[in-house]
């Protein structure tokens, strides 16, 4: 059977969630509006594509080849990244909901999160050296045995996470996130005014 290949097409208001993506490969195609939730991307292979505000909640990625792909006001709830395909795995995130979603073991260097929900999302024993978390919401996340090394955590918030087990070498915070380093000594940190 013959694999699908689309290049430079764009799919607005399209409903994925009955009549799935067909399989193949997909380059420089934009997503406006798609409702793709629950549905198979398994496989597929989407090199610098762009989705704007997307539904792609609970989507299967097994496999899936996830290239340059930038994502812009989409819903991204539950998304198992560590179990796309793990060669040239590179992605950004804008202004988008990242709940639940789990990038383990995944090496995602210069990944850049901006103004972003990412509640109770696993980062553990990811490689996230150089990557930009600005003005995102981290409560809940996972940080264990995580390379950040060069992260830029400045203009984020609510993150908690050792750094006697994450490597944080030159990583970038503000005066105000400390106090998610110090969590774990279970001390007071109090701001006069």
């Known amino acids: 059977m013959q694999e699908t290949y689309i290049q430079d097409e764009t799919f607005d208001r399209k409903d994925f969630t009955h ?3 067909a399989k193949g490969e997909y380059e420089n195609c934009t997503f406006n509006n798609c409702n793709f939730y629950s549905s198979d991307l398994s496989a597929c292979k989407l090199i610098d594509c762009t989705f ?19 994502f812009k006001d989409c ?6 990244f560590d179990s796309c395909n793990g060669f040239g795995l590179s992605f950004s995130f804008d202004n988008c909901q990242l709940n639940h979603s789990s ?6 260097k210069k990944t850049v999160f901006k103004n972003s929900q990412l509640l109770e999302t ?11 978390f600005y003005n995102c ?10 390379l950040m090394e060069k992260v ?11 750094p006697e087990t994450n490597r944080i070498k030159r990583a970038r915070f503000s005066i105000y996130g400390i106090a998610g380093l110090l ?4 001390i007071d940190i109090e701001q006069h005014t």
């Open 183 to 186: 969590r774990k000594y279970n």
């Open 152 to 162: 830029d955590f400045r203009t984020s918030f609510n993150y908690s996470f050792d």
């Open 103 to 108: 990038f383990f073991k995944t090496k995602i």
């Open 137 to 146: 919401d981290l409560n809940g996340a996972t940080f264990e045995r995580t």
């Open 19 to 21: 009549h799935q993506l």
């Open 75 to 80: 819903k991204l709830l539950g998304l198992r």
């Open 52 to 70: 704007n505000g997307c539904n792609l909640s609970l989507v299967k990625l097994n496999r899936t080849t996830l290239q340059e792909v930038k």
């Open 122 to 132: 696993d980062f553990t024993e990811c490689d996230l050296t150089g990557a930009i």
